[in-house]
């Protein structure tokens, strides 16, 4: 069983950064793949970015490539999502996931563990 937890969503202009962060519960963090999703309103949930157990491989999906960063550091048990460059479309609730595969994979099926979401807001 792994318990997620996301902070550090907000309330931010066009243009500005944010930088999420989801911490896990667990002492096989690393065997998980892990991923970021995020859901708008009226809008089904869409992958982000997901990065493989080790951390060595990572994919995106196309409208946020060179803007976001996922990362992870496996001695925290914390994955990190780094968001540059926000846009008004990029306001969503976003959700951090673990996967029992090794990943990195980008389907909402592939993931077995959620967390509550953090909301993450852009105004024009």
């Known amino acids: 069983q792994v318990q997620l937890v996301e902070s550090g969503g907000g309330l931010v202009q066009a243009g500005d950064s944010l930088r999420l962060s989801c911490a896990a519960s667990?002492?096989?963090?690393?065997?998980?793949?892990m991923g970021w999703f995020r859901q708008a309103p009226r809008k089904e949930r869409e992958f982000v970015a997901a990065?493989?157990?080790?951390?060595?491989?990572?994919t995106y999906r196309d409208s946020v490539k060179g803007r976001f960063t996922i990362s992870r550091d496996n001695a925290k048990n914390t994955v990190y999502l780094q968001m540059n460059s926000l846009k008004p479309e990029d306001t969503a609730v976003y959700y951090c996931?673990?996967?029992?595969?090794?990943?990195?994979?980008?389907?909402?099926?592939?993931?077995?563990?959620w967390g509550p979401g953090t909301q993450v807001t852009v105004s024009s």
């Open positions: 667990g002492r096989t963090f690393s065997g998980y793949g």
């Open positions: 990065i493989s157990g080790s951390g060595g491989s990572t």
């Open positions: 996931a673990a996967s029992r595969h090794m990943g990195p994979d980008v389907g909402v099926l592939r993931y077995n563990y």
